[in-house]
């Protein structure tokens, strides 16, 4: 027979257990102590356990277990890109505990970094790289309309100059900032682009130094929004030890 449950009681000790756990956390604030150590330790083995379980149940369970058990070799079941390769890879990856024949578990090491790295550069390639290049592309006419935005006139000509100039000046900061192994060479050199009528003299310090002006700039909005972010996160948790105090004081269960 089942044992029943009090929902308030639950409740209860899952508010309990939440305080007692941001209360170990936040005592890092007094420096690394026990509570914060185990509450650390408690976070990690909780976060394992739950992606093995996902693990197990969205992988290895329906990709490698039941093809092993139903061994369905009909002609409409690739029973080798199903069950013989799986098996072979990680049998590979298992011979990386032994010492002499362990190299070869490197095959399955390597198929793993090359999808993985190959699914992010694709990512990449498709998420950033590629919209970056068409927003340096567009036209400045000032009588051309944004076809997602609709801005048009000079707002859509300031916006595209300054996604144009920070793109170009990031490149050349990270191409054209480097000393060539001179004690006192400048940061910034000028460079000659060659052209029909000789070397041109390229004023390349500028490109670089707006480069590094829009990189200083995206860094500090990176480190503003997560600041931002764990600031409230911590209004949140205090807001929280505020109100299961207080319910627990008066006999009140918070909504959630």
Excluded: H, K
């Amino acid at each position: 027979m089942p044992i029943q449950l009090d929902p308030v009681l639950v409740e209860t000790l899952g508010t309990v257990l939440a305080a007692v756990l941001t209360v170990m956390v936040l005592s890092y604030i007094l420096g690394d102590n026990a509570l914060f150590r185990a509450a650390s330790y408690l976070f990690v083995g909780v976060a394992s356990g739950y992606a093995a379980s996902v693990a197990w149940q969205q992988v290895l369970e329906p990709r490698l277990v039941e093809p092993i058990v139903r061994l369905d070799l009909s002609p409409g079941r690739n029973f080798l890109a199903n069950v013989a390769v799986p098996i072979g890879l990680v049998a590979l990856l298992a011979l990386r505990l032994v010492p002499g024949p362990g190299r070869l578990g490197g095959l399955s090491v390597a198929l793993l970094i090359g999808v993985g790295a190959a699914t992010v550069v694709g990512g990449a390639i498709t998420g950033t790289l590629v919209p970056q290049t068409r927003a340096a592309m567009e036209t400045l006419s000032p009588f051309a309309v944004a076809p997602q935005t609709g801005e048009a006139g000079l707002e859509r000509l300031a916006n595209v100059l300054i996604v144009l100039v920070g793109t170009v000046g990031t490149l050349s900061y990270f191409r054209f900032s480097v000393r060539r192994g001179e004690e006192n060479a400048p940061r910034f050199g000028w460079r000659r682009v060659r052209v029909p009528l000789g070397n041109l003299p390229i004023p390349w310090p500028v490109l670089p130094f707006l480069g590094e002006v829009f990189i200083a700039i995206a860094f500090g909005v990176m480190f503003a929004g997560a600041l931002s972010a764990s600031l409230l996160y911590l209004a949140e948790r205090l807001q929280f030890l505020a109100g299961a105090a207080q319910a627990l004081v008066f006999g009140l269960i918070p909504g959630g």
